[in-house]
């Protein structure tokens, strides 16, 4: 079975929901989900017990993670704009014109843009492997049903291979009668 990724301590539903643990703990998670892709026939009951909780917590990620991101690009705004304010006073407390591509230049050079850059490029990452496992569950739910069908079909089938002899003389019978008939139609053409 998968582990969840919980909230630890004194912690309201809200928080629990908004913990997904750190990205080091996600990743150990998410080569575990990745490893439960694969179905069995011999665990087929199990698959089918376990697999909505599973694509829940698979969808909780990417949902969490895609709020975490958009806050981290309103974070990368606010940093960008006051990078660009600083760089503009400190050029007019200096008398200094700078052009609009210099302002552009510094800001692309200062570290905390940088850092605030990354974070949301490695955010947007995480989140579409995330979304590649989650619509992997989505095919994989889909497969457990086509193979659990297939499962039934062959259980029935051998259920009921002692009528089988039954079903096999009224295919013979059905096959004499088109015969038959097809010999009553030619020797009628002839």
Known sequence: MVKRVRAKGNRSASDDFADIGTREDRQDLLVELEDALGISKENLDEHISTHSEIFYQV???VAVLAS?????KQNR???ESQVDLNIRQQALSDSIKITEREIDARKNLNKEVQESRDAVLDLGEEINIW????EA??????????ITALYVTEYYATQSAGDGNKYKGVQADRGREAMSGERKRRSANS
């Open 137 to 146: 569950y989505g095919h994989r739910n889909y497969m457990l049903k086509e």
């Open 68 to 72: 975490r991101r958009d806050k981290e």
């Open 59 to 61: 969808g909780k990620i």
């Open 77 to 79: 705004d606010n940093v």
């Open 131 to 134: 979304g590649a496992l989650k």
